[in-house]
Structures are given as C-alpha cells and as structure tokens.
C-alpha cells in the first residue's frame, strides 16, 4: 500500500486550512511512512498571494512541530511556481536554505492562470504552450527534484487525453529532459477519481516508463484534512498498469526507493 505522501499543504499557503500540527497528526492516524510539507511559493502571482516568503519561520515551523511526530519521516519541501519570467528569483530566494524535497509547478506563465485559460486559445494550442513553459522550466531549474501535476491544466477545464497525445513530441522532451536530469515525476491524486484526468497520467506514466523512468513521487496535494492520502487507491491501481512498483522519496535532495507493493519499507538507492 502507499504509505507516502509528498505534495501536503498547510496554513503557510495562501490556499492552506490546516497548522502543521493537525497535518502531522492526521497522517499519523492514516499510517503515512513518508510525508512532505510542500506549501506554495509564487513569485510576482497575479493573484498578490505569492504564498512563504519567511523560509527561514516556515522550516524552523515544520521541524519544530514535526519532533513530537518520531514515527514519520517528515521532509521539509516547497511547492515552487515558477515560469521564465520569474525562475531566477525563486531560485535566489531558495539557494539559502536547506530542503529536502522541491516541487517545480507551473501554475502562471505569461500572465495567464492555467486554472483559467483565456477563452480564445483552443485545447491544443493551449496545452502545447503549458508544455512549452513547462520544458524551459525543467531544463533550466536547477533546485527541484520533482516536476508537479503534468495534468494540472486538466484539473479545472475540459482538456482531453487527445490535446496532450496531440502534444506527444512534447510531451516527451519534458519527460526525456527529467530522466537525464534525474528529477522525479508526481503521480498528482487530486483528480483520479475523474476518469479523464485518470487516463491522462496513466499515459504519461506510461509513456515515462517506456522512456526508461522510474523515479515517481504520489502527493495528494491536500489543502485540508479529509484529503490527505485521497485517491490512492486509484494511484496504486495506475501504478499496477504500468508497471511501477516502486515509489520515490527524500532526504536531503537525495532520492530513495520504497516499495509501495508490501507493507514492509525498504529504502535503497536508485541505481541509475
């Protein structure tokens, strides 16, 4: 069973309901081995909700809390937002600290919100300028280990398995480009109890692992309690599909192997 979760969202979001406390308690209670605080960071977000902006409170808050919680390993992450116009400053803002997992997403490139496409760009052409964004960020981020919900267009508008298949060359140079940097893949739950956001990751699961990856991460992107580990059960049904049986985690930037497939936690060291 998965017993990880590195995509948690707390009060240090904009968008977070839950203290840090209620967050590592609840999955203490869910038998979760592995979890990441990974709160927003979005730089110049046309919403003026650029998320934390005190990293040095914001990990001192996560270890703090996360010492009454021994039977969990409790990774300090971020969720960065990032697009070509403001990559340089996030990566400035973060080089001085110590995490041990973060999240690359794009939820703003040129000043559109990809929760809300502008009406007059079609499906494809739409998805194609997200992947577009999406391969500058991945080549040229340098402090991520993870590349967030691929599908996210999908996760608030009707995009299809087609406009992504209409995009595969694409598709592919994003996730050629995160095997030979060796950066992970998320396997987003939010929305796999929607059958068209279900099909979407399992062929970008698949047409991941048929490139050679294996290095996946599962993150419920909870907001609030009740959505922690949600989904999961969906998560290892798509990973029977493709064939992954195991899953990706931290410590210190450094990625590690577990088994999702036994109850019993072994990590190892991928073998590249």
């Known amino acids: 069973m998965i017993s990880t979760d590195l995509h948690l969202h707390s009060l240090w979001s904009p968008d977070g309901q839950e203290p840090l406390s209620h967050i590592f308690s609840e999955c203490a209670a869910k038998n979760l081995t592995h ?12 919403s003026g909700d650029e998320g934390v902006k005190d990293l040095d409170r914001y990990l001192a808050d996560i270890e703090y809390t996360g010492r009454n919680f021994p039977t969990m390993e409790i990774l300090k992450g971020l969720e960065a937002g990032v697009n070509k116009d403001n990559l340089q ?3 400035s803002l973060i080089a001085p600290h110590k995490f041990d997992v ?4 794009i939820h703003v490139f040129n000043k559109i919100n990809v ?3 502008l009406p007059y760009l079609d499906s494809v052409s739409f998805i194609k300028a997200y992947l577009e964004e999406t391969l500058f960020c991945v080549t040229h981020m340098e402090q991520y280990q ?12 009707a995009f299809t398995l087609q ?15 995160l095997i030979e940097r060796r950066k992970a893949l998320e396997l987003n739950t939010a929305r796999l109890d929607k059958s068209e956001n279900f099909k979407i990751m399992q062929w970008i699961l698949q047409q991941y692992t048929n490139l050679g990856g294996y290095m996946v991460t599962v993150g419920s992107d909870a907001h609030k309690l009740e959505a922690i580990g949600r989904n999961f059960d969906r998560a290892e049904q798509l990973l029977s599909l493709v064939g992954l ?7 210190d930037t450094r990625p ?9 936690v072994k990590l190892q060291d991928p073998n590249y």
């Open 163 to 177: 406009d992504y298949v209409q995009n595969a060359d694409l598709v592919e140079k994003v996730l050629r480009t």
């Open 89 to 91: 400053e996030t990566e």
């Open 35 to 46: 979890i990441a605080i990974t709160d927003h960071l979005d730089l110049h977000d046309p």
């Open 245 to 251: 049986d195991k899953l990706t985690v931290f410590e």
């Open 115 to 117: 929760a809300k496409p």
């Open 146 to 157: 993870v590349l967030a919900h691929l599908d996210y267009p999908a996760r608030y508008t």
């Open 102 to 105: 973060i999240l690359l997403s």
């Open 256 to 264: 590690k192997l577990i088994s999702w497939t036994s109850y019993s």
